[in-house]
């Protein structure tokens, strides 16, 4: 299964769990940030000049909760065969060192234990 796969899939998933009433936060947002990929020179130095950082992980989520408004970064990559660059270590770091939530996730699975860890998601079994 290709990364992007993998993407579709979980939006899938959070987007039925979501539908199920199972958000643990008062609300959530999350985003796609189209950083990756292969795309024409101009587009990419256009995309630069408008502020794209290299690094900046696959998702960003927003959510309310008992201590006002979170978010966190999640990073997919593929099972064994996916490795962070030295942009996206650098962003990693900086996360932590800002104590922001960051993960990296090889599959669906993960990444929902993870936005459940994070007190997104519920923790019942459907």
């Known amino acids: 299964m290709r990364e992007d ?23 959530l947002r999350f985003f796609h940030i189209p950083n990756g990929g292969s795309r024409p020179k101009k587009e990419a130095v256009n995309f630069k000049r408008m502020g794209t950082l290299k690094g900046v992980p696959d998702y960003q989520f927003i959510w309310h909760s008992n201590k006002g408004a979170e978010f966190g970064f999640l990073e997919f990559k593929l099972p064994k065969k996916g490795y962070l660059t030295p942009e996206q270590k650098a962003f990693k770091k900086f996360c932590e060192d800002c104590n922001i939530p960051y993960q990296i ?15 997104v998601l519920k923790w019942i079994k459907i």
């Open 5 to 27: 796969q993998i993407c579709k899939q979980f939006v899938n998933e959070i987007n039925n769990l979501i539908a199920l009433n199972q958000l643990k936060a008062k609300d």
């Open 105 to 119: 996730a090889r599959s669906t699975e993960e990444a929902i234990n993870f936005l459940k860890q994070w007190k």
